[in-house]
């Protein structure tokens, strides 16, 4: 099926659709470009039930561009501890200081304007121009993509990047003058909630009589799966360096991974090590000073997006020395109940927590 050919019929069955099963969402109250872009963003990655307690608390700590503009990093930070991904947070922090010093606190509603904005892509430029603006700018994010590929039979014969673009073609073919924002919306919530990656629900599914896939009985074959990236194995030992009723942490130095947020030092074992060599290794190389291991806390397991963390972690009760920590933006001595103010990457979260609950009592 050309899209073209069914255009109209498939727009007024989504909206249809649309209008009758859309799930409630405290973005969709509004068309303030804000809080959609704010809720865009967190959604990257990140399922909507997840996302809508991290949004409820963003929108009220920061209501306005103005005041996430005037916010401190550090803040902003605070605020997405959890949701992961943490460019996503500072690049729009950087955003809104542009919006508000050359835009006069206004959301862009052009898109040439909006691309050039940290952090906003194609897409969620698109996002914020049709459900804004009301401007029939396409979106495609891997929902829309996977029902466009099953809804006209389209495979990417082993180059993405053409692949993309038809989508892309594709997608601004389908969307409509008359409520674009609803539209793509509703692709993206067909997508996430029928047209699912496995087990697509086709009977319930408002196209499944206009779905090439479903028609031919190839659904399973669309998309076509990809080859998986390897997911790199990490073994990292951490120390837990106490004084009195404190412990040290570090600020992780700016534009790195994980850059701005703080951690418990330590570091990657090389193949040869032991788990305790290579935390005194690696003590010695970013404090300056020798430490004692007095036993082993813990051991967690995280997964990123491309590596999967063991951390092994340690007790090291303070010795002696002088802290020459070279490798970070800053150190702290902090007490275990103000841990809570700083924001930690997921896996140092885990041994907050710990430490929280216990007091320090190992
Ligand atoms: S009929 Fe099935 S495969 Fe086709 S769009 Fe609907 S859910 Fe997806």
Not at 69 to 78: G, Q
Not at 80 to 104: D, F, I, T
Not at 205 to 212: G, I
Not at 235 to 252: F, H, L, P
Request: charged residues 25%; aromatic residues 10%; proline residues 6%.
């Amino acid at each position: 099926m050309k899209p073209a050919a069914g255009k109209r019929k498939i727009q007024k069955i989504l909206l249809d659709w649309f209008d009758r099963d859309q799930r409630d969402m405290p973005w969709r109250n509004s068309r303030d470009p804000y809080p959609i872009w704010v809720s865009e963003i967190m959604l990257q990655q990140t399922q909507v039930k997840t996302v809508i307690p991290f949004f409820e608390r963003w929108m009220k700590s920061f209501p306005t561009l103005q005041k996430l503009a005037c916010s401190r990093e550090e803040t902003v930070l605070k605020h997405w501890e959890g949701l992961g991904y943490y460019s996503r947070a500072r690049n729009l922090h950087r955003a809104a200081k542009v919006v508000v010093k050359e835009h006069k606190a206004k959301v862009p509603d052009s898109y040439d304007t909006l691309i050039k904005l940290p952090g906003i892509g194609r897409y969620t430029a698109g996002a914020i121009l049709s459900i804004a603006f009301d401007q029939p700018v396409p979106v495609l994010d891997g929902n829309v993509k996977r029902v466009l590929s099953r809804l006209f039979v389209m495979q990417g014969n082993g180059v993405p990047a053409a692949h993309e673009n038809r989508l892309w073609e594709v997608s601004a073919q389908l969307v409509p003058g008359k409520r674009p924002g609803d539209f793509n919306q509703a692709m993206m919530e067909l997508g996430a909630t029928v047209c699912l990656p496995k087990k697509p629900l086709c009977l319930v599914c408002p196209l499944h009589k206009r779905c090439e896939a479903q028609q031919q009985g190839v659904v399973d074959q669309f998309p076509a799966p990809q080859a998986r990236a390897r997911t790199q194995k990490i073994e990292v030992s951490a120390a837990v360096i106490t004084r009195g009723g404190k412990v040290y942490i570090q600020q992780r130095l700016h534009g790195g991974l994980m850059g701005g947020l703080w951690e418990f030092p330590g570091g990657k074992r090389k193949p040869d090590e032991t788990e305790e060599a290579c935390l005194k290794r690696e003590i010695k190389e970013e404090l300056g000073v020798p430490i004692t291991i007095s036993k082993k806390l813990m051991t967690l397991k995280h997964s990123y997006t491309q590596f999967r963390v063991t951390l092994h972690v340690f007790w090291c009760p303070w010795k002696s020395g002088r802290i020459r920590a070279t490798q970070c933006e800053q150190w702290k001595w902090v007490k275990y109940e103000d841990l809570k103010q700083f924001t930690f990457p997921a896996a140092n979260a885990k041994i907050v927590k710990s430490l929280m609950s216990n007091g320090g009592k190992f």
